[in-house]
């Protein structure tokens, strides 16, 4: 059920289990106003990660990798109020038919029922009305992005047509390229001079291909490979479809170019490229919604940014963690 977290309810409510001291888990550990955020609400706010961290982490990595994850998760949190407080000066709110609708969505999202989502809130210890609430929380605040962050934000035709031009080689299809072969296959076993009888015997195929023999029939003739009998054809292969000492050597041939002998883990190959598709821009037509959309998340993540710490100014801020 991994879109159940959508609203990420269950990563905000979780709790620890530690079995910390009651006034270690009271203390406060940061303010923004009249709103104090203690140690508990950190540990709740965290918690899943807290607990994937120990189970996960080297004992003498433990200490470092949760200071940073507990700083994560207060920071988390002064954003959630510093966003709730926004809110309630501009007079933002959320009724209970948009809650309900949302946690809807988020049944259909997961193909789930009511039934399914209660005991998956049971499970994790969260009670029903507590999930309403941090969905509600989660609504109020992508209001607030929306009124203050997201409704300014603009992607001109001009900027899109720049990042493609400045970033053609990102929207470039795949390059493939289909090929010939014949393999002389290395035993595990072999000793130096059994291989230098393989390679000599290779030395003298790659002569008669380069002499103008026709590679299809030297293949069938001499190839030890799986492919011998179709005349050495691999088909179209990416560069990742291969061993990279396969790849380095094959991919800057020209069409009809005959390599060297090239050696892999498998043994000794004579390859032939014969033809090269692939690895060209796509038409700006086709990938300017993508680009668009790219440039407007880029935007809305900055804006919220800017948003966030315009708010840290604004309010009373005072961290002691």
Known sequence: ????????????????????????????????????????????????????????????????????????????????????????????????????????????????????????????GVSFERYKEEVKGQIIRSKVIDKKVRRVIEVSDEEVMIYYERNKNDFATDEEISARHILFLIPKDADEERVNEIRKRA??????????????????????GPSASNGGDLGFFKREDMVKEFSRAVFPLKENEISGLILTPFGYHIVQLRE?????????????????????????????????EELKEEEHVEIRL
């Open 1 to 124: 059920m991994k879109k159940l977290l959508l609203l990420t309810a269950f990563l905000f409510l979780m709790l620890t289990g530690s079995p910390v001291k009651a006034e270690i888990i009271d203390r406060v550990v940061a303010s923004i106003g009249d709103n104090a955020i203690t140690y508990f609400d950190v540990e709740k706010e965290g918690g899943a990660l807290f607990k994937q961290i120990i189970s996960s982490t080297p004992p003498e990595e433990q200490e470092a990798r949760l200071k940073d994850a507990r700083e994560k998760a207060l920071n988390n949190l002064l954003e959630k109020v510093l966003l709730l407080r926004a809110a309630r000066k501009a007079a933002i709110d959320v009724t209970d038919d948009e809650v309900k609708a949302a946690i809807e969505n988020i049944k259909k999202e997961n193909k789930i029922n009511e039934q399914e989502l209660l005991s998956a809130l049971k499970k994790e």
């Open 276 to 308: 090269r598709r692939g690895g060209a821009a796509l038409p700006f037509d086709e990938i300017s919604k993508k680009i668009k959309a790219r440039l407007y998340s880029e935007e809305l993540n900055r804006g919220i940014k800017e948003f966030i």
């Open 203 to 224: 030395e003298e195929v790659l002569q008669k291909a380069r002499a103008g023999e026709d590679f299809e029939s030297l293949a069938k003739k001499y190839s030890e």
